[in-house]
T-cell receptor, first 117, second 114 residues
Framework: GAVVSQHPSRVICKSGTSVKIECRSL??????MFWYRQFPKQSLMLMAT?????????EQGVEKDKFLINHASLTLSTLTVTSAHPEDSSFYIC?????????????FGPGTRLTVL | GDSVTQMEGPVTLSEEAFLTINCTYT??????LFWYVQYPGEGLQLLLK?????DKGSNKGFEATYRKETTSFHLEKGSVQVSDSAVYFC?????????????FGKGTHLIIQP
C-alpha cells in the first residue's frame, strides 16, 4: 500500500517556541492531505484539510494562526505549531488522499508526539 | 454533523475466540465506511472498507458489512490471534465526492490472550 511518513516522530519544546512537523507521501502524489489531532485514549479529530498550492481549510474551533499549514508540493505538507503552549501537547497525525472521491482511501503517517514544557 | 459510535474497550478475548466490534454511524446520504487498525507504536493502517450499501469489506480474516438500514458496520473475525491485539477505529467519509477528512469513532482496544 501507499506509504506516508512524518518527521519528527517525537518533539519536546519549550513554551512559546514554534514546532514544524512534516508529512510526506513517499510513493504517490497526494493532491490533498489532512491533519488530525489525537488526545490520549480518544479519537482522531480532523484539524484541517490541506490542498497543494492553495490555502488550508480549517475545521471549526481550530485556530488557523496557531496551526499553520503549508502544502508546497504534491508529496509534502507541513504543520507548524506557533507559540506552542502545554495545552498543545498532543499526538498529531497526517494522512494523504489517493484520489479525489469519497470512496478513495486515505493513508496515514505514523504520527508525531508533541510535548510542550 | 456526522458521527461514529463504537464500543469502547478494552475488549479481552482468548485466542481463537470469535470477535465482534460494533460500529454505528450517523451521516447523510451514503458515506464510505472504513476500519483502521493501530498496532502498538505504529500508525493507522487501513484494514478494510466498503463504499456502498450491502458491500462487504474483508482483509486478513476480518469482515464488515455496510448495513444502511441499521447504519452499522460491525467488524467480525471468526478466530482471533494474539497478533490481532491492537486498537481498532471505525470511520466514515462523507458522500458527494471531493476531498473530505474522516470522522472517527473513539477506538476499541482489543487484547487477545494466549
Amino acid at each position: 500500500g501507499a506509504v506516508v511518513s512524518q518527521h519528527p516522530s517525537r518533539v519536546i519544546c519549550k513554551s512559546g517556541t514554534s514546532v514544524k512537523i512534516e508529512c510526506r507521501s513517499l510513493d504517490f502524489q497526494a493532491t490533498t492531505m489532512f491533519w488530525y489531532r489525537q488526545f490520549p485514549k480518544q479519537s482522531l479529530m480532523l484539524m484541517a484539510t490541506s490542498n497543494e498550492g492553495s490555502k488550508a481549510t480549517y475545521e471549526q474551533g481550530v485556530e488557523k494562526d496557531k496551526f499553520l499549514i503549508n502544502h508546497a508540493s504534491l508529496t509534502l505538507s507541513t504543520l507548524t505549531v506557533t507559540s506552542a503552549h502545554p495545552e498543545d501537547s498532543s499526538f498529531y497525525i497526517c494522512s494523504a488522499d489517493t484520489g479525489p472521491f469519497s470512496t478513495d482511501t486515505q493513508y496515514f503517517g505514523p504520527g508525531t508526539r508533541l510535548t510542550v514544557l | 454533523g456526522d458521527s461514529v459510535t463504537q464500543m469502547e474497550g478494552p475488549v479481552t478475548l482468548s485466542e481463537e475466540a470469535f470477535l465482534t466490534i460494533n460500529c454505528t454511524y450517523t451521516a447523510t446520504g451514503y458515506p464510505s465506511l472504513f476500519w483502521y487498525v493501530q498496532y502498538p507504536g505504529e500508525g493507522l493502517q487501513l484494514l478494510l472498507k466498503a463504499t456502498k450499501a450491502d458491500d462487504k469489506g474483508s482483509n486478513k480474516g476480518f469482515e464488515a458489512t455496510y448495513r444502511k438500514e441499521t447504519t452499522s458496520f460491525h467488524l467480525e473475525k471468526g478466530s482471533v490471534q494474539v497478533s490481532d491485539s491492537a486498537v481498532y477505529f471505525c470511520a466514515l467519509r462523507p458522500s458527494g465526492g471531493g476531498a473530505d477528512g474522516l470522522t472517527f469513532g473513539k477506538g476499541t482496544h482489543l487484547i487477545i490472550q494466549p
